[in-house]
């Protein structure tokens, strides 16, 4: 198993206006292995219950990709049904977490985001990004399938936007399109102006009743109660994909690539 599994980061800094930026990093283009996902998942938790924070950024570190996804040297080490399911549990606890966090969270996307990255940039509430943010699902790519990223996905870009990034898995898309299809808010032409414009809205909510963010939370929310159960059983649809002889040769034929 490589090293680059047991590598990333979950780093929190609350300012004293009670923005907290939560930040997440891995050397392989933000790549995430299950150990960090778990860490990012209880860290959204965590902080979601403190008093002193009233609104939550979410960003990723580095200058490239925003995420490319699961850290695909623990998926290639995948050898039986239950390590299969807890690997992509991953990206399923972190967009549950947003998504019963009771603190309006703000996406800061500045490049790149794949297969799970995707999902986490449509977990957040609000979304920010800069012209390189291009999205892609990769999955079918490799012989499964954007199961567990799909709700999330569909819930904010539909169910027709959601099936492109599905079955073109090798292409990207750019920017400017996910925010036609609202999973970007607004793109910006470079990081620090995107960072101005999130700094201006993090103050704002800052200073807004937390009780009416909590509440208009729970209403963006509605009709995902299920998730627990949904996203588990996502999970377990790839969890046995990932063991087929067709899924192992498409993943061995990506990795000779």
């Keep these: ?3 680059a599994i047991h590598q990333g980061h979950v780093e929190v800094s609350i300012n004293e206006k009670g923005i907290a930026t939560l930040e997440f990093g891995h050397p392989l283009s933000n790549s995430l292995p299950g150990k960090i996902l778990q860490k990012l998942a209880d860290t959204i938790t965590k902080i979601g219950q403190d008093d002193n924070v009233k609104v939550i950024v979410l960003k990723s570190s580095g200058e490239r990709a925003f995420c490319a996804g699961a850290s695909f ?16 549990s991953g990206f399923a606890n972190v967009i549950n977490a947003c998504r019963k966090c009771p603190k309006l969270i703000i996406g800061r996307v500045h490049g790149k985001a794949v297969g799970g990255g995707v999902g986490v ?7 920010f990004a800069t012209k390189f943010a291009d999205v892609k699902l990769s999955e079918l790519a490799v012989g499964i399938g954007p199961f567990v990223v799909g709700p999330a996905v ?10 492109q990034l599905a079955i073109n898995a090798t292409e990207w898309m750019p920017a400017s399109w996910a925010r036609e299809k609202g999973l970007y808010t607004e793109i910006y032409d470079s990081v620090s102006e995107m960072d101005d414009a999130i700094e201006i809205l ?6 807004s009743n937390p009780q009416a963010m909590e509440l208009l939370k729970n209403i963006f929310w509605e009709g995902t109660e299920n998730w627990d159960s949904l996203l588990s059983e996502r999970a377990k649809m790839s969890g046995k994909l990932v063991l087929s002889e067709f899924t192992v040769n498409a993943i061995n034929a990506f990795k000779k690539k």
Excluded at 76 to 88: E, L, T
């Design 1 to 3: 198993m490589s090293d």
């Design 73 to 88: 040297d623990e998926l290639i080490s995948i050898q039986d049904f239950p390590s299969g399911k807890k690997f992509f």
């Design 121 to 127: 940039a449509s977990a957040v509430d609000y979304c």
């Design 154 to 163: 569909q819930r904010k870009v539909g169910m027709s936007a959601m099936s």
């Design 202 to 207: 993090a103050n704002k909510l800052s200073t």
